[in-house]
Every structure is written in C-alpha cells, then in structure tokens.
C-alpha cells in the first residue's frame, strides 16, 4: 500500500515560486510512475507533470518552460518546481502514483492507483 503527503502549497504573486513536495510512505516507489495534477471547482482535475520509472518527465502545454517534476529516490519525495506562476495556475494540487513502468503527462487520472490529499496554490 502507498501513501502520499502533499506539502508547499501556500499563496504568492504572480511571477513568483513555489516548490510541492509529495512524500512516498508505505512501499518503494522508485519503479512506480509519479504525477502531478490540478483541479479547480467545477472542472476535470488535469495532469500537469509525470516522471517514469526510467525518470522520463513529460508537461502539460500550459506549464512547459515554467515547472519542473523531479524525484529523489533516497528521499522517496516528488517534486514540483514551479516558477513564473500565473493566476490560471491557482488550483488545488495533487500528486499520485502508479505501479505502471512508463507514464506521461497526458495519462488521465484514472490511470493512477494512489492519491495524496491535495495541497492548495493561489496566485494572485
């Protein structure tokens, strides 16, 4: 069984940084894929990022050249870095995992097996 623990939302301005952190407990995650998702109210929740097993990441068009996914196995932590935030950015962020090998940014999420409890991020 996998747990995930979102952590680094917060608010900030627009043009600013902020970094999402999803820690892995439960089993070994390494050979698991990872992604990051968004939701806001009253629409789908989309896929923002993924890495694969083989540390193949993917974005979505809309955060390309701004977010970076990253994971550190030692850790057993997911990243999220992202920078020149905007206000369409601000949504509720999960991270989820899967035991598939190769995933992409575009796999729906119900595609993924486990899911953290979200963590929310306003850009005013």
């Known amino acids: 069984h996998v747990q995930l623990v979102e952590s680094g939302g917060g608010s900030v301005q627009a043009g600013g940084s902020l970094r999402l952190s999803c820690e892995v407990s439960?089993?070994?995650?390494?050979?698991?894929?990872m992604g990051w998702f968004r939701q806001t109210p009253g629409k789908e929740r989309e896929g923002v990022a993924a890495i694969d097993s083989d540390g193949f990441v993917s974005y979505a068009d809309s955060v390309k050249g701004r977010f970076t996914i990253s994971k550190d196995n030692a850790k057993n932590t997911l990243y999220l870095q992202m920078n020149a935030l905007k206000a369409e950015d601000t949504a509720k962020y999960y991270c989820a995992s899967d035991t598939r090998r190769y995933c992409n940014a575009g796999y729906p999420d119900w595609t993924y097996n486990y899911w953290g409890q979200g963590t929310q991020v306003t850009v005013s």
């Open positions: 439960g089993d070994t995650y390494s050979s698991y894929c």
